[in-house]
C-alpha cells in the first residue's frame, strides 16, 4: 500500500514464426507494459523491423480506406468487439478493402458529382438572386468605362473594416444580401481609384462574381434556367442515395468488423516494430506485476513453447523508466486520484496515497471541526459514493473523500464542544477555536511542523530506498535539512517557553551545525560520491550561492510552517461564521419563532457549503505545495498495459 | 471575496498552482543554457517535468522529436485544465487550445504546398489528442490529397472550412498560402476576442490583460510587419489587422498604416518596455528586438497574475501561456545546442527566462 506494485522486468527471446501469437498473448494479458527497445546486440533498424514498419504504415492506409468507405456510407465504427480480433495480412485485408471500395465508389463518385453540380448551381443562383430585380442585360455589367464595379461575395465580419479602410477614398459599398457567414455586395467607385479599390477588396476577401459569359438574358432569366437545373439534380441525388442506403445495410456488420480487426493489426505490428532483432529472434522487454508474472509466463508458454523468458528485478540505479503500478484499497481509491492529479510518483519511492488519506482529513476536520456539519457532510459523501443519484455517479470516488473529511469533522467537532454551530449544547473535550484563539494558532503550527516533519522524513525513506545517501544525510529535505528545522523549531519554542530543558545554546549549535551541511550540501554530495570537480565554476560564486541556498530553505522552513497558521484561523473562521449565523437569526426573530430556525437552517447549509468549499481548496493547498513539496517528485512513469484494442478507460 | 468565483475556481486555481511550481528553476535554465550539447540538455530535462515524456531511444530524439514529445507537456496540462475549469472560463482555454489546432492545420496546409509526406509534416505538428476538431487522421489525410484545394474539401466538417473555402479563391489566383494563413489568423482572433467578452467580472478583466495583451502584441506586430517587411498598402494593412484590441486600439494600427512613426506609436503603448530605440535605429533590422520585448512584456503580465485574488480564470489562462514560452525558450535552446551555436548568439532569443548575465544587455 505505501509502496507502489513490485514490476519485474520481463524479457522474453521469441521466435521469429511465433512472435505474432506471442505479441497477442502478452496484449490479451493485460498486464505486460512494453519497454523502449534498448537490447545488447539488437539489429534495431533491420530488414525485418522495417517490414514490420511497412505493414504498419499498410495498417494505417487501410484503416483510413475503411473509414472513407464507412464515411461514404454513413457507418460508424461501433462499440470494440468483446475478444480482440487476431492479426489480418495486409495483403488479405488489401483485396477485401479494395472490393468494398469498388462496391462503393461508383455510386459514392455519382453522387458527390451530382452533389458538386448541385452546389455550383446554387452558388450561382445565390450570386445572380440579389440582382435578379435589375431589368437590364447582363452583358452591360461586364463592362464600365468611368465607373468602378464591383460585384462579390465577402465575410459579413470583413464589411466594416472594408469600409474604414477605404475612408480617404469616394466609394459605395452596398450589401446586396446578407447570410450567416457571407454578404453579396456591389462596390462602387472611379475607375482611377481602381488599384486602390482593387487591393482594398482583395485583402478584405471580396471574391468578385464574374457571371459567366453564357449567361444571357436579364438575371431573373438566368436564375429560372438554374433553378430548373437544381429540381433536376435533386432527383438524381436522392436515386443516387437510395443506392447506397442499400449497400449500407448488406454491409455494415462487414465493414465495421473488418475496421477494428484492422485496427488490432495495426497496433500488433507496430508493437512488434518496437521489438529488438536479432537474425531469427526477436528480443522483447518489458515490466509486469511481480504478482502477474506467472499468469504472463503461462500465456506465452501456451502461445509459444520455444520462447526464453527471463524474469530480473528491477534496478532503478539503471536509469530506465519503470512504471508505477499504484495498488491501493478501494476506499483510497478517490485519494489515490488526488495524488495522481499532481503527478505519479517514480518507482521505488513512496506513494504518498496513504499518508494523504490520513492527512488529508485529518487537516480538513481540523479546520472545520463541528459534529453537525461533519454528520452532514459524511452522509452526502455516502450518497454521492452509493451512486444512486444519476447525476452525481461522476463524482462517486470522490464520496470516500467527503466520508472521510465528515468523520474527522465530527471528530474535532466533539474535541470542540460544536455541532451545528452551537456551542452551548456540547462540552469541549479539548478547546474552543473562538474563545482560545492563541492556543488553536499554537496548536495548529505545531501539527504543521509534524507534517512538514514528516514530508521531511519521507522524503528520507524515500531516499534510503533509491540509494542516494548523498541526498539523504545532505539535502534541505534530507537528514540535515530535519535537523536544522527542529534545532530552529526549538529555538522558537526555547524563546516561549523558557522551561524547555534544552539549553539554547545547544539548540544554536545545532543549527549552525547543520545549517552548514545544508548551505554545503552540493559539495558535500560530491565528495561523499567521489565526483570532481567539487564545486561548479569560482570559489566565490560557489559561497555566494551557498549562503541564498542557506537563505531560501530558513525562509522556505519558516514559511511553510506558517502556512499551517491557516488551519488554525479557519477553524476560528468556522466559530466566527456559525456565530454570524446566530445573530442574523436573533435580528430576524428575536423571540426565537420559526423565522430563527429557518435562518439557523439556511445559515448552516451556507457554512456547510461555502465553507466547507474554501477549507477544501486550502487543505488540497497545503497537501500540495507545502507537504508534497518535501518529498514527492511526481515525475513517475504511469503502467500502461499493453493492449492492441482502445476501450476507452483509462 | 465571490462565492462563485471560489466555489468555480477551487480546483482549478489548485492544480494551476500545483502546475506553476513545476516550471524550471532559474538555477535548471543556467544549467541548461551551460550545458555541453544537446544531449546533456536532454538528460538534465529528462529530470524535470518533462522527463516522462523524453523517454524515447535517445538516438530517436532528433531536435525536432525531442520538441514534438516536450510539446506534449503543454497538451496535458491543456487538457487537464480545460477539464478542470468550468463554463464560461472553459471556453477562452478551449479558444486558447484552438490556436495549436490552427497553427496545425497551417503547417498541414504549408506541407501540401511544398509536397511533403505525412512523416515529415506530422513532427511539425503540436500534439492534440481531446478537444479538437481536427484530428491527426484528418490533417494526414489532407497530406495524402496533395493539393491545396482537395485537402480543404477534406475538413468540410470543421469549423474552418468556411473560411478557408472562401479564402481559396484568392489562394488560387495568387498561388501562395499568405491569404489563407490571415484568413484563419483573423478568424481565431475574433473568435478569442469574444470568448474574452463571454466571460464577466473579475474574469473578464484577468482575461482581458492576459490574453487581450497577447492579442495586442500579435495584431501590433502584423501591423508593423505588413509595413516593414511586405510593404503593404494602407488598405491592406488595415483589412489584415484587428480593429480591437486591449492596450493596442484601432487608431495605433491606422496610424503605422498610414505611416506613422512606429517606435513613436510602440513607445506610447508601452513605455517601459526596452527595445525601442534600436527599433527606431533600424526598422528592417531590428524588429526581433522589438518582439522579444513585447513577448517579454507578456511573460511579465502573466507572472503578475499570480498576484493578489487568486480565483478567475487569469491563473490557468497565465499558467498556459508561461508554459508555451518556457517550450518556446526551450525550441530555441534545443535547435542552438544542437547547431552547437555559442551561448551570447541565442541567450537573447529566451524570453522567459534570460540568464542573469544577459538581462543588463537587453
Known amino acids: 500500500m505505501f509502496r507502489s506494485q513490485a514490476m519485474s522486468k520481463v524479457e522474453l527471446i521469441v521466435p521469429e514464426h511465433d512472435v505474432v501469437p506471442v505479441t497477442e498473448a502478452l496484449a490479451a494479458s493485460r498486464v505486460f507494459h512494453l519497454a523502449a527497445n534498448e537490447h545488447m546486440g539488437a539489429e534495431s533498424t533491420s530488414r525485418q523491423t522495417s517490414e514490420w514498419q511497412e505493414r504498419a504504415t499498410t495498417f494505417a492506409d487501410l484503416e483510413r480506406r475503411i473509414l472513407a468507405v464507412m464515411e461514404a456510407l454513413g457507418v460508424d465504427a461501433g462499440p470494440p468487439p468483446p475478444e480482440t480480433p487476431h492479426l489480418i495480412w495486409p495483403a488479405v485485408a488489401e483485396t477485401d478493402v479494395e472490393h468494398l471500395e469498388q462496391e462503393a465508389q461508383a455510386p459514392v463518385q455519382e453522387l458527390e458529382e451530382e452533389q458538386r453540380r448541385l452546389a455550383q448551381l446554387q452558388r450561382e443562383v445565390s450570386q445572380l438572386e440579389p440582382i435578379v430585380g435589375l431589368g437590364i442585360d447582363l452583358s452591360i455589367l461586364r463592362g464600365t468605362h468611368y465607373t468602378f464595379v464591383m460585384l462579390g461575395t465577402m465575410p459579413v465580419t470583413n464589411i466594416e473594416r472594408l469600409q474604414s479602410s477605404l475612408e480617404h477614398i469616394p466609394f459605395v459599398l452596398i450589401t446586396l444580401r446578407s447570410a450567416e457567414h457571407l454578404a453579396t455586395v456591389v462596390l462602387f467607385g472611379m475607375q482611377r481609384d481602381a488599384d486602390v479599390l482593387n487591393r482594398a477588396a482583395r485583402s478584405a476577401y471580396l471574391n468578385p462574381i464574374k457571371p459567366p459569359e453564357t449567361y444571357r438574358g436579364t438575371p431573373a432569366e438566368a436564375v429560372a434556367a438554374l433553378q430548373a437545373g437544381i429540381e433536376r439534380t435533386h432527383r438524381h441525388i436522392e436515386e443516387r442515395q437510395a443506392t447506397l442506403e442499400r449497400l449500407r445495410e448488406t454491409r455494415i456488420r462487414h465493414l465495421r468488423h473488418l475496421l477494428w480487426r484492422v485496427r488490432a493489426s495495426r497496433a500488433l505490428v507496430e508493437t512488434i516494430a518496437r521489438y529488438g532483432r536479432l537474425r531469427y529472434m526477436y528480443l522483447v522487454a518489458g515490466w509486469v506485476p511481480a504478482s502477474q508474472v506467472p499468469m504472463l509466463e503461462q500465456k506465452v508458454k501456451h502461445a509459444s513453447a520455444q520462447v526464453t523468458i527471463e524474469v530480473n528485478s528491477p534496478r532503478p540505479m539503471d536509469g530506465e523508466p519503470i512504471p508505477v503500478a499504484l495498488e491501493n484499497p478501494p476506499f483510497l481509491r478517490a485519494f489515490q486520484g488526488l495524488v495522481t492529479n499532481y503527478g505519479y510518483p517514480r518507482y521505488g519511492e513512496l506513494d504518498p496515497t496513504p499518508v494523504l488519506a490520513l492527512t488529508f482529513p485529518l487537516v480538513f476536520g481540523l479546520m472545520f471541526g463541528d459534529v453537525g456539519h461533519g454528520l452532514l457532510l459524511a452522509l452526502a459523501g455516502l450518497l454521492i459514493a452509493s451512486r444512486t443519484v444519476r447525476a452525481l455517479r461522476g463524482l462517486a470516488s470522490l464520496g470516500a473523500v467527503l466520508v472521510a473529511c465528515g468523520i474527522t469533522s465530527i471528530f474535532f467537532g466533539f474535541l470542540y464542544g460544536s455541532i451545528f454551530g452551537f456551542e452551548e449544547v456540547l462540552k469541549p473535550l479539548w478547546i474552543q477555536p473562538l474563545k482560545d484563539i492563541m492556543a488553536i494558532l499554537l496548536a495548529t503550527v505545531g501539527i504543521g511542523v509534524g507534517l512538514l516533519s514528516l514530508g521531511m522524513v519521507q522524503n528520507i525513506v524515500n531516499a534510503a530506498l533509491e540509494r542516494r545517501w548523498g541526498h539523504l544525510l545532505f539535502d534541505h529535505n534530507g537528514l540535515a535539512g530535519l535537523m536544522f528545522y527542529w534545532s530552529l523549531v526549538g529555538l522558537a519554542a526555547r524563546a516561549f517557553m523558557s522551561s524547555l530543558p534544552v539549553s539554547p545554546m545547544l539548540l544554536v549549535a545545532l543549527a549552525a551545525v547543520f545549517g552548514l551541511v545544508v548551505a554545503f550540501a552540493e559539495l558535500l554530495e560530491n565528495l561523499l560520491q567521489g565526483h570532481r570537480p567539487l564545486i561548479e565554476g569560482s570559489l566565490g560564486t560557489y559561497l555566494m550561492q551557498a549562503f541564498f541556498e542557506l537563505f531560501e530553505t530558513v525562509i522556505g522552513l519558516l514559511s511553510n510552517t506558517l502556512s499551517y497558521v491557516r488551519m488554525g484561523a479557519f477553524a476560528v473562521a468556522h466559530g466566527a461564521l456559525s456565530l454570524v449565523v446566530f445573530i442574523l437569526a436573533g435580528i430576524i426573530s428575536p423571540a426565537r419563532g420559526v423565522g430563527y430556525w429557518v435562518v439557523v437552517a439556511l445559515g448552516n447549509l451556507f457554512v456547510i457549503g461555502f465553507e466547507g468549499m474554501i477549507v477544501g481548496i486550502q487543505t488540497l493547498r497545503l497537501e500540495y505545495y507545502e507537504f508534497f513539496s518535501k518529498f514527492f517528485s511526481g515525475n513517475g512513469v504511469r503502467y500502461r498495459p499493453l493492449t492492441l484494442i482502445q476501450r476507452g478507460q483509462e | ?362
Not at chain 2, 114 to 119: P, V
Not at chain 2, 200 to 228: K, P, S, Y
Not at chain 2, 312 to 329: F, S
Open chain 2, 1 to 362: 471575496m465571490s462565492v462563485r468565483g471560489v466555489t468555480a475556481y477551487s480546483l482549478v486555481h489548485a492544480t494551476a498552482r500545483a502546475l506553476y511550481s513545476t516550471m524550471l528553476t532559474p538555477e535548471t535554465w543556467n544549467a541548461l543554457i551551460q550545458a555541453q550539447d544537446l544531449d546533456a540538455v536532454l538528460n538534465l530535462l529528462s529530470k524535470t517535468v518533462y522527463g516522462p515524456y523524453l523517454q524515447s531511444e535517445r538516438q530517436a530524439l532528433t531536435p525536432r522529436r525531442a520538441v514534438y514529445q516536450i510539446r506534449w507537456h503543454l497538451a496535458e496540462v491543456y487538457q487537464k485544465l480545460i477539464r478542470l475549469t468550468p463554463e464560461p472560463g472553459c471556453q477562452l482555454l478551449l479558444q486558447l487550445w484552438r490556436l495549436y489546432e490552427v497553427d496545425n492545420l497551417k503547417a498541414t496546409l504549408r506541407g501540401i504546398e511544398t509536397g511533403a509526406s505525412w512523416d515529415q509534416v506530422r513532427h511539425l505538428l503540436s500534439p492534440m489528442t481531446r478537444y479538437i476538431t481536427l484530428t491527426s487522421a484528418n490533417m494526414e489525410r489532407m497530406v495524402q490529397t496533395g493539393d491545396v484545394t482537395r485537402a480543404i474539401e477534406r475538413i468540410r466538417h470543421t469549423p474552418y472550412y468556411d473560411t478557408l473555402a472562401h479564402a481559396l479563391e484568392r489562394y488560387q489566383a495568387e498561388g501562395n498560402l499568405f491569404p489563407l494563413e490571415i484568413a484563419l489568423d483573423l478568424d481565431y482572433r475574433r473568435g478569442l476576442w469574444q470568448s474574452i467578452h463571454l466571460l464577466a467580472g473579475r474574469d473578464h478583466e484577468q482575461a482581458l490583460r492576459t490574453v487581450g495583451t497577447v492579442l495586442d502584441v500579435d495584431n501590433l506586430l502584423w501591423a508593423i510587419r505588413f509595413r516593414v517587411y511586405h510593404r503593404l498598402s494602407e488598405q491592406e494593412i488595415i483589412n489584415y489587422t484587428l480593429p480591437f484590441g486591449y492596450q493596442v486600439h484601432d487608431e495605433d494600427i491606422r496610424a503605422i498604416a498610414r505611416g506613422a512613426d512606429i517606435a513613436q506609436v510602440v513607445a506610447r503603448i508601452y513605455p517601459d518596455i526596452s527595445g525601442i530605440r534600436q527599433f527606431a535605429e533600424q526598422p528592417s533590422t531590428k524588429l526581433a528586438a522589438l518582439e522579444s520585448a513585447l513577448q517579454r512584456h507578456i511573460v511579465e503580465i502573466c507572472r503578475a497574475a499570480f498576484m493578489g485574488y487568486p480565483f478567475h480564470i487569469g491563473i490557468p489562462v497565465a499558467y498556459l501561456q508561461l508554459n508555451e514560452y518556457e517550450i518556446r525558450d526551450l525550441t530555441v535552446l534545443i535547435e542552438a545546442k544542437d547547431s552547437r551555436l555559442p551561448t551570447e548568439a541565442f541567450a537573447p532569443m529566451l524570453e522567459i527566462q534570460p540568464l542573469s548575465g544577459w538581462t543588463e544587455q537587453r
